[in-house]
């Protein structure tokens, strides 16, 4: 393995700005348009995506689509019953044509409702399978998209989204679409029975359509706006939750509880401007629909009296125009739904375009520990400014690498594109000759174990975190984690051992328990490269040698070990150092060679009257 002496990694030349010449899926996505442009609009890739998932079924929505046209057809029953009733039964006063109308009228009426149920049952289980579709792609997104720190905002799409889409899909709201085509039929049926009691129906529906419009226009911005900051009080609420300890330490409940207040108050008073806005146009809509039914009836009698139609007519007119104009009255009362399912389908598609599906990988046979990074550039996600410049270096099997430097140096971002989590802006890192974007996301995670700087439990027991919460879980392996990671005794001494339960924040454990269980996960699996961000911030004397343990145990076994180390301890099992400064590798060579370059530097700036510290 070659080794750079000090002298050479110094001459590296700083780069200034790097713009990325093989964008990562964050380069796509709705952040990367500046903040001048709408965050979340349409987005063609994602939108293709949830189309395919309708489109799959589309057999089901025709049979609902033929459903509804028997329905409506049906729907003629009681006004064509009330022309017969008067026109005929009432004249001729025939019984037998009574009990032979009604009979006929109760089976089209069950005939009806058997057709309406099968359409609502059709119409949930289309719902729920495009739920379904969508459920794993999306939360993979929404993981995926929220492990980039631009990703991480209100207007995120997830699967809240998807389960109003499922809500809407399912609504009466969207099955009266499929009533909408017949209004037409409706409305020429009245033109039959005479011209002015079409001309008065027509001009009732201009009049609801035009409602429906004036209340998509009046509440739209309204709606939206309290639906997004109804989401940025939940998230801030949560993150709050999280620190509680910290809030209530530092005296900030109160600054907490008013800044929340705040996006509530703004919150309560747009969902209730939309909410009066609403629910004028519904009120008006109802009203004006009874109103126009007293209308027909008023003018059928007109015609009645001048003899133009029969009284059966007048009746069964009136019963036709509110059948015709029923599916817009329900479309302008449940417009709010119709609003929020536009509003995060258009979330959904940028949050499936911003992060692209994974392709297949050929599975790959387990790696060696060998690792290496060949110019090696990384521009976090959401910016433009790469945090490391042209980094090399070769790492054996066997061996453990310390990366030391100041904060800021790079070491965070040189972890996180060791693990995959932020790819490549330029050069390559290859695990066993393969780069790792060859690697799915689950045969890399096994491969390469991760310890971050702060540890996040998830609620469950402990041995569901150090398994990664595996749905069957090997307890051998789990056990072997915690005796490699010297904490098995610390958990059996717990009132429950492997099955107390945690949470997200810990719980009752201390900082360097977390850090212990956290190793413990990394270590779960046996991988062949363990990452160790900052791992001895929280330990003790003893936490500090179990740790040295572990890493000299996983050398023995052929692995290889990097860690991002501010403490003198954390690199005794080093073999190799590499200092990193402004996200350049200034020194890399053998662990005793490199600190004594750094000693010697670190003294020139301290007789230059500057102030030294890399470690």
Request: glycine share 10%; charged share 15%; hydrophobic share 50%.
């Amino acid at each position: 393995m070659a080794k750079p002496t000090a002298e050479a990694a110094q001459v590296v030349p700083a780069a200034g700005q790097v713009t990325s010449a093989r964008p990562g899926p964050e380069a796509t996505g709705p952040e990367a348009t500046g903040p001048q442009r709408r965050a979340f609009g349409p987005t063609p890739a994602g939108q293709a995506e949830l189309d395919a998932a309708r489109a799959s079924d589309r057999a089901l929505v025709w049979t609902a689509a033929v459903f509804s046209a028997f329905m409506n057809l049906l729907m003629l029953t009681g006004p064509l019953f009330m022309l017969q009733v008067y026109d005929r039964v009432l004249g001729s006063r025939s019984e037998e044509t009574l009990l032979s109308l009604f009979v006929l009228v109760s089976f089209l009426f069950t005939m009806m409702g058997l057709l309406d149920l099968a359409r609502t049952r059709v119409m949930a289980r289309i719902a729920a399978r495009y739920q379904g579709a969508l459920e794993t792609r999306v939360f993979a997104a929404m993981i995926a998209a929220n492990a980039r720190p631009a990703g991480r905002v209100a207007e995120q799409g997830g699967p809240r989204d998807l389960e109003i889409l499922r809500q809407y899909l399912a609504s009466p709201v969207r099955m009266a679409l499929f009533d909408m085509p017949w209004v037409p039929l409706f409305l020429a049926a009245v033109f039959v029975f005479h011209p002015l009691m079409g001309v008065l129906a027509l001009a009732g529906g201009v009049v609801l359509v035009a409602t429906t419009l004036l209340n998509q226009r009046s509440t739209r911005q309204a709606v939206l706006g309290a639906a997004g900051t109804t989401r940025a009080a939940d998230l801030l609420a949560e993150q709050f939750r999280e620190e509680a300890d910290l809030v209530q330490s530092l005296g900030m409940a109160g600054a907490s509880h008013a800044r929340w207040q705040r996006l509530r108050d703004q919150a309560t008073r747009l969902s209730l401007l939309a909410g009066d806005r609403a629910g004028a146009f519904t009120v008006f809509s109802k009203t004006f629909r009874l109103f126009l039914q007293s209308a027909m009836l008023a003018l059928g009698a007109w015609l009645v009296l001048k003899g133009a139609i029969t009284p059966g007519a007048m009746i069964a007119s009136s019963v036709m125009m509110g059948r015709a104009l029923a599916p817009v009255e329900l479309a302008v009362g449940g417009w709010a739904l119709i609003q929020q399912a536009g509003e995060s389908r258009r979330r959904l598609a940028a949050l499936l375009a911003s992060t692209p599906a994974a392709p297949v990988r050929t599975a790959l046979p387990r790696p060696a520990a060998h690792l290496a990074a060949q110019n090696l550039t990384v521009v976090p996600p959401g910016q433009q400014q790469a945090a490391l410049r042209m980094v090399n270096f070769t790492l054996e099997p066997g061996k453990a690498l310390g990366v030391i430097g100041p904060s800021g140096a790079g070491k965070t971002t040189l972890a996180r594109a060791i693990t995959g989590q932020w790819p490549p802006a330029g050069g390559s890192i290859r695990l066993d000759g393969a780069t790792l974007d060859q690697y799915d996301d689950q045969n890399l995670g096994r491969h390469i174990g991760y310890l971050p700087q702060r540890v996040t439990l998830f609620d469950g027991t402990i041995a569901e975190n150090i398994a990664r919460l595996a749905a069957a879980p090997d307890d051998g392996a789990v056990v072997a984690a915690a005796q490699s990671a010297a904490a098995h005794r610390m958990i059996v001494e717990l009132p429950d051992g492997y099955d107390t339960r945690v949470s997200r924040t810990g719980g009752r454990l201390s900082g360097g328990q977390l850090q212990r269980i956290g190793l413990a996960r990394a270590l779960y699996g046996d991988p062949v490269i363990l990452v160790l961000d900052e791992p001895n911030s929280n330990l003790d004397n003893d936490g500090s040698l179990a740790l040295n343990g572990a890493i000299r145990a996983l050398k023995e076994r052929g692995g290889a070990v990097v860690i991002m180390a501010h403490r003198p301890s954390a690199i005794q099992e080093c073999d190799l150092l590499m200092m990193l400064d402004g996200g350049i590798a200034r020194a890399f060579g053998p662990r005793d060679e490199v600190l004594r370059t750094v000693v010697r530097n670190a003294g020139e700036i301290a007789r230059a009257g500057g102030s030294g510290g890399v470690l």
